[in-house]
Each structure stands twice: as C-alpha cells, then as structure tokens.
C-alpha cells in the first residue's frame, strides 16, 4: 500500500490516509479497512471500540506504520489485532 492511499472502515465511519505501511493488514472495529466502502457494515468488535480522532496520526511501536485519521468514527484502529497509539507531538525547541 502506498502512502497517500485514504481506507474506509468496514464497521464505522473512519477514514484514513496512509502515511507509512508495512506487508500487515490496516483494520477498524476489528475489521479490515479497504478502499471502497462495503454495502454491509461489519460488526464493531468491543476490543477496537475507542473512537478515533480528526486529525491525529495513529502509529506502531515498531514506527512501520503510521495513519492520518481524516474521519473520525467508534472504531479502533489496528494493524493485524495489535492496537495503534496516538502519535505524540514533538516538543518545540526552548528558546531561552
């Protein structure tokens, strides 16, 4: 999957555009995300229910992968079971 690549979630509303990825499989609610949206909804899994933000980078602890959330929705996102984070801002240089 190439970077610049926007997946819909199957179980929700959430929409994300690929800034980095690896050989695993994007999901959402549980369910795996695609480009297209399907005609019958997956079901949310209550494991990958927390939400997703506007505008919030989701990332690995490997830093393989890294989503831009351009729609939020119920869903969690994970990369093959294994939960996203929230990318941490940098912190800006002091000036002293």
Known sequence: MKPGTRLKSAACDTEVMVIRSGDG?????????????????????????????????????????????VKPGKGSLSVDGVALVIKDAKPLPASD
């Open 25 to 69: 499989t994007i999901e959402c609610g549980g369910a795996p995300m695609g480009e297209a949206k399907p005609a019958e909804p997956a079901p949310l899994s209550p494991d990958f229910s927390a939400g997703t933000l506007m505008g919030k980078r989701y990332v690995d602890a490997d830093g393989k992968y890294e989503l831009l959330c």
